[in-house]
Structure formats: structure tokens, C-alpha cells
């Protein structure tokens, strides 16, 4: 059982369908052998592309992920790597931040690539994208930046995080994009109705998925939405014979949009649960049962 590629954009990228999020990386308590270890058996079920950013661990992240490639040489060709920029965090690794807010300024911009590059211990991003809409984004700034890295050969490809339909058709219309990674869930669905996923789909840019299990709070959730979708997964699972988990994913993958979803476990036995939901193609009476239970109600 392998994850299926999918070619991101028109003259986009190939990736794999299940991504390997890698945010809670420092949280993991990994050595560099096993960090190695969990990224070569994502290798092994398929997940070949890895999503990180700057600011996840604290600006730590990268840093750990590259250690890991240092070990395998060869394996950074053999993988795709996302990373994420343009958010400053207040940290004690960026002492010199004294609020939290959003810098896409063609000088941060570059110099957080060339710092992520650093970390990562290699010559280039396969996809850089904008964390988080920036209020004061100045979109030609932002392109030129962009066609700086490119021309340089660092970055080879631009998306962004977050972004409505309107900040994205904004940036598209300066440099080409190729992805939007955003949050859907069974427990969490505006991009349903709020054109993300329509924009998606009329540009054919595959968007990409964070906290497809709702950050875990799907299995814990003790809410009305949470026991209802709990128990419809449950019933659709018993079908299949498969885990509710599965169930969730496939929900996701089964919009026409093409998503790709990241994982955000280091488990290897709920990676593989990602990957086997690939294999899974619910009905539209299942997708929309579980629809109805999370929303509260059926369709109009």
C-alpha cells in the first residue's frame, strides 16, 4: 500500500498525496536516527513530501529535520520539501521580536529562505508558501521576492497557507501559485462554502489540508458536533472495516478539489491509517451522512 501521487498544478509540482507534517517535530523526543527512521518509513508507504516552516518548534523544526537528512545521503532527492515563511513569532530564538505579527517584506522573505535552507541543509525548497495572510502584503513586493528565489534556483515552486479567495486571486494574479494549504475536517467545513475550495477547483490548484483530524480533537471531543460525527464514523468504519480515522481522511480526500492531506502524528501506525484512506472512496450517501452529523443537520 503505497500514497498515490498527484501533480499539484498545471506546470506544478508532483507530490505525494499524504504529506508528512512535521510541526510537532521537537515535540516528539526523537534522536537523529529516528528521525531519520520515521522519515524513511513515510518514504516506504509513499509519503515522499514534508511540510514544514520556520516558526514550527519554535524555529526549531527545520533545524531537527535536517540533522535527520544529514544522516541518509541521497534522501533529500528523493523528497519534497514545503516550507512555510512571513509570521514572527516572540520567542527567545527571535529575542529581537517583541510582537507577534506578519512580515511578507521581500527582505524578510529572502532572508527566512535562506535561513530555512541553512537548517534544512539543503540547496532548495521544492514549495515555498505564505503562512498567513499579511493585511499590509504589498503583492508585487511579494512576486519579486518570489522571482528572486526562483531565478536563484532556491525555491521552485510558490502557494500559500491560509489565504481567502480573494488574497489568493490577489498573489496569483502577481506571480504564479500553485497550492493553498488550509484547515478541513469533518469537524471543521467552511472552506466548503466559503469559495476556497471552488477556487480550488476552478484553477485545478490542489489545495492542501491541515488538521484533517481536527487536531485530534475529533477522538476527544465531548461536544454535540463531536459525539454525533464520533458516531457516524464509527458505523461507516464497521462498514469498511477500517478505523473512524481512516473514515475522517477519506471524507477529506473525497472532495473533487484534489486535496492532499498532511499528517501531524510521528506515529507510524496512524501515517499508515493516512495512507490506507487513499485507498477508500466513500459514497455520496457516507460523505454526506457525515456531513449532516457534522453541521447538525441534512442539507437544504
Known amino acids: 500500500m503505497l500514497a498515490p501521487r498527484i501533480v499539484?498544478?498545471?506546470?506544478?509540482?508532483e507530490l505525494s498525496r499524504i504529506v508528512l507534517g512535521l510541526w510537532r517535530l521537537g515535540e516528539w523526543q526523537l534522536t537523529p536516527a529516528q528521525r531519520l527512521a520515521l522519515v524513511e518509513q513515510a518514504v516506504a508507504l509513499g509519503i515522499t513530501t514534508m511540510d514544514q516552516a520556520d516558526i514550527y518548534g519554535g524555529y526549531t523544526s527545520e533545524a531537527l529535520f535536517g540533522e535527520a537528512l544529514a544522516l541518509a545521503a541521497g534522501l533529500r532527492q528523493r523528497l519534497q520539501i514545503v516550507s512555510k515563511c512571513g509570521i514572527r513569532l516572540v520567542h527567545p530564538n527571535r529575542p529581537s521580536h517583541t510582537i507577534k505579527h506578519y512580515d511578507t517584506g521581500r527582505a524578510h522573505l529572502i532572508a527566512s529562505v535562506e535561513q530555512s535552507l541553512n537548517n534544512l541543509g539543503t540547496d532548495y525548497l521544492d514549495l515555498l508558501l505564505i503562512h498567513r495572510p499579511d493585511p499590509l502584503m504589498e503583492a508585487d513586493e511579494v512576486a519579486e521576492a518570489f522571482g528572486c528565489l526562483q531565478r536563484a534556483g532556491k525555491v521552485r515552486y510558490f502557494g500559500a497557507s491560509n489565504f481567502t479567495p480573494a488574497q489568493f486571486e490577489l498573489l496569483a494574479s502577481r506571480h504564479a501559485l500553485v497550492t493553498n494549504q488550509i484547515e478541513l475536517s469533518v469537524l471543521h467545513v467552511p472552506a466548503l462554502d466559503d469559495g476556497t475550495l471552488d477556487q480550488a477547483q476552478r484553477l485545478r490548484c490542489a489545495p492542501m489540508i491541515w488538521s484533517a483530524l481536527a487536531g485530534g480533537r475529533l477522538f476527544g471531543a465531548a461536544d454535540a458536533q463531536g459525539l454525533r460525527v464520533r458516531a457516524v464514523l464509527a458505523r461507516i468504519a464497521e462498514t469498511h472495516a477500517v478505523t473512524p480515522a481512516v473514515i475522517a481522511t477519506a471524507w477529506v480526500l473525497r472532495?473533487?478539489?484534489?486535496?492532499l492531506v498532511l499528517t501531524?502524528?510521528?506515529?507510524?501506525?496512524?501515517?499508515?491509517?493516512?495512507?490506507a484512506a487513499t485507498q477508500l472512496v466513500l459514497t455520496r450517501e457516507e460523505w454526506f451522512a457525515i456531513l449532516a452529523a457534522s453541521t447538525g443537520g441534512e442539507v437544504a
Not at 8 to 13: F, I, K
Not at 268 to 275: G, P
Open 8 to 13: 499539484l498544478a498545471p506546470d506544478g509540482p
Open 264 to 275: 501531524g502524528s510521528g506515529r507510524i501506525a496512524a501515517i499508515t491509517e493516512a495512507v
Open 255 to 259: 472532495h473533487p478539489s484534489r486535496p
